[in-house]
């Protein structure tokens, strides 16, 4: 690579699902995220919660089980070492599993959400984590008024939070080097994320063992599992650099 450790004072990580499936955790889309009859495109939606919530809940609470029992891999971990190198640093992850964050990520910015957290319908935002895989009662109600709570995700057709996107966004024209892992780069917004990076001329690393439709236009391709070839690859860079 062209740019040394040395010439970087600002660095951002987009990562996507192909990172997580690497611990383990299922996509949950698609014929394999079937659950009972149900696909996740018809329930994780607003529509879907309220005309059912205890349905939804359920679900939810199934796929906490399931990523519960999964660990942080190699590529996680390396990137709590590239950000304790690195003062500039953001970490912008369309996951909902909290695997960053387990694997000690400080500066994170979720644009999904997180599947362990759950906010209030009724918008009184109290702020409460429960990583426990089964919850006590179906739908849970929110501490601070009684309303019913749900996941604290983005569904489908709701908009991405403003404050994220923003951050994401602003940490995009200003790094000088960007990490893109595991990500499709179809769903959008995230997708154009590493074309803003790109266009205010940061250097950009995709990881990705298929190609996407980023790949074109990135300035390096490591086409093999992130788990192995993240630790590689910054090993390398710091050696070289």
């Known amino acids: 690579m062209n740019i040394s450790v040395q010439d970087v004072s600002s660095i951002m990580v987009l ?8 611990s383990g955790v299922p996509t949950f889309r698609g014929e394999d995220g079937l659950w009972r009859q149900y696909r996740a495109e018809e329930l994780a939606t607003p529509r879907a919660f309220y005309r059912d919530p205890k349905l939804v809940w359920e679900w939810y609470d199934w796929r906490r089980g399931l990523i ?5 891999n190699q590529a996680h971990r390396t990137l709590v070492e590239i950000e304790a190198r ?40 109290p702020s409460w984590e429960d990583r426990s895989a089964v919850l006590r009662a179906l739908p849970p109600r929110c501490p601070s008024c009684g309303e019913m709570a749900r996941p604290d995700v983005v569904w489908f057709g709701e908009v991405l939070p403003g404050e994220a ?29 590493p074309l803003l990076a790109l266009q205010s001329g940061a250097t950009v690393v995709e990881f990705n063992p298929q190609p996407t439709p980023l790949s074109d236009h990135v300035d390096i391709t490591v086409r093999e599992p992130a788990a192995e070839s993240l630790p590689r690859w910054w090993a390398r860079w710091l050696v070289e650099s």
């Open 15 to 22: 990562t996507g699902a192909g990172i997580s499936a690497e």
């Open 86 to 125: 690195f003062e500039d640093f953001v970490l912008v992850t369309q996951n909902v599993d909290g695997l960053h964050s387990l694997a000690g990520s400080r500066k994170i910015v979720e644009l999904h959400g997180n599947i362990w957290r759950m906010r209030c319908t009724q918008m009184c935002r």
């Open 165 to 193: 996107i923003e951050t994401a966004d602003t940490a995009a024209r200003r790094c000088q080097l960007m990490l893109v892992i595991g990500t499709s780069a179809l769903v959008q917004p995230a997708a154009s994320i």
């Open 68 to 72: 519960g029992g999964c660990q942080p």
